[in-house]
């Protein structure tokens, strides 16, 4: 029961445009939800974050939009730098006291910028 | 500088050996994860603490045990009944809503 999903497991973007990346949840108790990213062999950094009060956050090059009625997120990077190739991860969190515990991840997607 | 601490970076073992993970943070949390990565897949939750001397298992905890005597430190060992132990493994601790990562050991069982 994949409850975070990232339905692209890979995108291709050319530097200096904007890399939209998707994620799209089932739980209706998640409350607030966060974005990582992850170089290989290294430990994820947190990027950004969103309430589920507030429908966007913004953060340098990083927006994040969080549409409730559709249960769907997306990370907006703009504009794309060669430093922002690296899988990025959603996830999620909420649902009582053991919920808001707990980070629900999705599978990730392998952003590419290319020259 | 606080942050979380990984060690060792790269770990082989044989097959029937038992293996400890360390993970060490001098940022105060009180709560603490384990989380495994294998390729392609997104992070699973194996254990967690919420405080000293507590924890709780996480979506997949078999072959796995964990210990919570001091603030600072969550050691993971791999026990020989996880069948499949080769894998990336990272620690977190929690502040709010956000976990942070440490570096990951990557444990290779042959």
């Known amino acids: 029961d994949q409850q975070v999903k990232q339905n692209s497991p890979s995108l291709s973007v050319q530097e200096g445009r904007i890399s939209i990346l998707n994620c799209d949840y089932t739980?209706?108790?998640?409350?607030?939800f966060l974005w990582y990213k992850k170089y290989p062999a290294e430990g994820p950094t947190f990027l950004i974050s969103?309430?589920?009060?507030?429908d966007k956050n913004e953060d340098g090059r990083f927006t994040v939009f969080l549409n409730k009625s559709a249960k769907h997120l997306s990370l907006h990077i703009v504009p794309s730098q060669p430093g922002d190739s690296a899988v990025y991860f959603c996830?999620?969190?909420?649902?009582?006291?053991?919920?808001?515990?707990?980070?629900?991840f999705g599978q990730g997607t392998r952003l590419t910028i290319n020259p | 500088d606080g942050g979380i601490t990984q060690s060792p970076k790269y770990l082989f073992r044989k097959e029937g050996q038992n293996v400890t993970l360390s993970c060490e943070q001098n940022?105060?949390?009180?709560?603490m994860y384990w989380y495994r990565q294998d390729p392609g897949q997104g992070l699973r939750l194996i254990y967690y603490?919420?405080?000293?001397?507590?924890?709780q298992k996480g979506d997949i905890a078999e072959g796995y045990s964990v210990s919570r005597e001091k603030k600072e430190s969550f050691p993971l060992t791999v026990t020989s009944a996880q069948k499949n132990p080769t894998a990336f493994y990272l620690c977190?601790?929690?502040?709010?809503?956000?976990?942070?990562f440490g570096p990951g050991t990557r444990l290779t069982v042959t």
């Open positions: 977190a601790s929690r502040t709010g809503h956000e976990q942070y």
């Open positions: 739980n209706s108790m998640f409350d607030y």
């Open positions: 969103i309430s589920s009060i507030k």
């Open positions: 996830a999620a969190s909420g649902g009582g006291i053991q919920g808001a515990q707990k980070l629900v």
């Open positions: 940022l105060n949390h009180d709560a």
């Open positions: 603490s919420q405080i000293v001397n507590d924890f």
